[in-house]
């Protein structure tokens, strides 16, 4: 079946422009996370969804940013009045969570780069 | 802090070797352990996954060690092949059942042939 797909695979931005980065996880996954990742460094968590819960969102970095997951199925994350710091690879993944199965599955992220 | 830290930021071995990747933990107690491939320009792809209760976790050629006393994982892969050659990414859980992966840092494996 298809994978966890993300759009748009680059951005290119001006400083101060908001950015909406889209996931699109595999269905039938009830949890989603978002994560970013700048050059050679790991992953650093974002948020995480999971069913109908509310959103774990102790690893966005400011008020700037912000996610939501509709219908719990597809997520857009939304950086408003991007910085220059927020250049980055911001992937997305998805994950069944079950007892046997707890392995996450990504996309190929969205590279941003904020000018 | 919880913190988590992978031996070394690169690793270079012979084709044929078996390379061995660490990842250190420190004030977290993980039900899962986890580890990930990551190509440059692509998502990292999930390896193995190892419990808390288990020791050892093998597939083909890799294999996974998990020790809670010391804190630590190993990360084997045997009869290295150039095609292994990535970074390889360590990823913690806890146990509560709704909490997210740390990853650490990643090292960076290149086998030489």
């Known amino acids: 079946g298809a994978g966890v797909s993300q759009s748009p695979s680059n951005k290119v931005t001006e400083k101060g422009k908001d950015v909406e980065l889209r996931c699109d996880p595999i269905?039938?996954?009830?949890?989603l996370y978002w994560y970013r990742q700048s050059l050679g460094q790991g992953l650093e968590f974002l948020i995480y969804f999971q069913g109908n819960s509310a959103p774990d969102k102790s690893g966005l970095p400011s008020d700037r940013f912000s996610a939501e997951r509709t219908g719990g199925s597809v997520s857009t994350l939304t950086i408003q009045r991007t910085q220059q710091e927020d250049s980055a690879v911001y992937l997305c993944?998805?994950?069944?969570?079950?007892?046997?199965?707890?392995?996450?599955?990504f996309g190929p992220g969205t590279r941003l780069t904020v000018l | 802090s919880q913190k988590i830290e992978q031996n070394s930021e690169a690793l270079n071995i012979q084709e044929g070797k078996t390379a061995t990747l660490t990842c250190n933990y420190t004030?977290?107690?993980?039900?899962?352990l986890q580890w990930y491939r990551q190509d440059p320009g692509r998502g990292p792809v999930f390896l193995l996954l190892i419990r808390e209760n288990e020791k050892e976790k093998r597939k083909e050629r890799l294999k996974v060690t998990f020790d809670t006393t010391l804190k630590q994982s190993l990360f084997h892969i045997t009869a290295s092949q150039p095609a292994d050659s990535a970074t390889y990414l360590c990823?913690?859980?806890?146990?509560?059942?709704?909490?997210?992966?740390?990853f650490g840092k990643g090292t960076r494996l290149s086998v030489i042939a």
């Open positions: 269905s039938g996954h009830t949890a």
């Open positions: 990823a913690l859980e806890g146990g509560s059942g709704n909490t997210p992966l740390v």
């Open positions: 004030n977290y107690s993980p039900a899962y």
């Open positions: 993944a998805s994950s069944s969570r079950t007892r046997f199965s707890r392995e996450q599955f």
